[in-house]
């Protein structure tokens, strides 16, 4: 049973707070994503990452960054959060091949105060 | 940049019922990929059926299917014989071939009544 972790349900930060959201997937995939979903803007891209240390911006990188040291682990990283950041995270990852099928974490419901 | 456009944010049906989820993108590519994705409440986002550009036939998946009309660069999704369980987000979501990331479209929320 494949399966996409993510290190919290429900998280509350300040502002200003450095915010870190983990995600681990267990089907050696080389691809790992972070996405932002949003009422009426559906999912939005916030990074990729094809390969172990690789990391590509997706459609709003600003204000967040991204770490990947292991194959497995995809981790975000909001280096000083802000109220806009409140929103729901999710994780995804996929195998390299185009038919591959994309596998989504739980998300994050994060809420910065 | 691809675009994926859901135009009704909020659909309902009744329990036995069909209903079809429209979907449209803009594309200059001509092989894509694209999906739908369910996203029951408080659960994790699943796929639901996906299509190859280059395939004329459309694709099914038990009481799921689809409609694709790519010179329109339409694709609704169909779902015969509602049940409760159907209740969820529906994502549709497009993918250049070729490419890994995944484009979304806002979504819309489907009601099944009993």
């Known amino acids: 049973d494949v399966k996409v972790t993510q290190s919290s349900r429900y998280l509350v930060k300040r502002t200003g707070e450095k915010v870190f959201l983990e995600c681990v997937q267990d089907?050696?995939?080389?691809?790992m994503f972070w996405y932002r979903q949003d009422p009426g803007l559906g999912l939005r891209l916030i990074y990729f990452?094809?390969?172990?240390?690789?990391?590509e911006k997706g459609d709003i990188p600003e204000g967040y960054s991204v770490s990947r040291e292991k194959k497995e682990r995809f981790s975000l990283i909001l280096e000083s959060a802000s109220t806009n950041q409140t929103s729901m995270y999710l994780c995804a990852s996929r195998g390299r091949g185009a038919a591959d099928t994309q596998y989504f974490g739980p998300g994050t419901r994060l809420t910065v105060l | 940049a691809q675009t994926v456009t859901q135009s009704q944010p909020e659909m309902s049906v009744q329990e036995a019922e069909t209903v079809t989820l429209s979907c449209t993108y803009d594309?200059?590519?001509?092989?894509?990929?694209l999906f739908w994705y369910k996203q029951p409440p408080s659960r994790q986002m699943i796929l639901v059926i996906r299509q190859e550009a280059y395939k004329q036939q459309n694709a099914t998946e038990n009481r799921f299917s689809v409609n694709f009309q790519k010179a329109a660069k339409s694709f609704s999704l169909k779902i015969s014989d509602s049940q409760l369980g159907d209740t969820a987000m529906y994502f549709c979501?497009?993918?250049?071939?070729?490419?890994?990331?995944?484009?979304f479209g806002a979504g819309t929320r489907l009601t099944v009544k009993p």
């Open positions: 979501a497009f993918m250049k071939h070729g490419e890994d990331d995944m484009r």
């Open positions: 089907m050696d995939h080389e691809n």
């Open positions: 594309t200059s590519e001509s092989n894509y990929y």
């Open positions: 990452s094809y390969d172990v240390k690789m990391k």
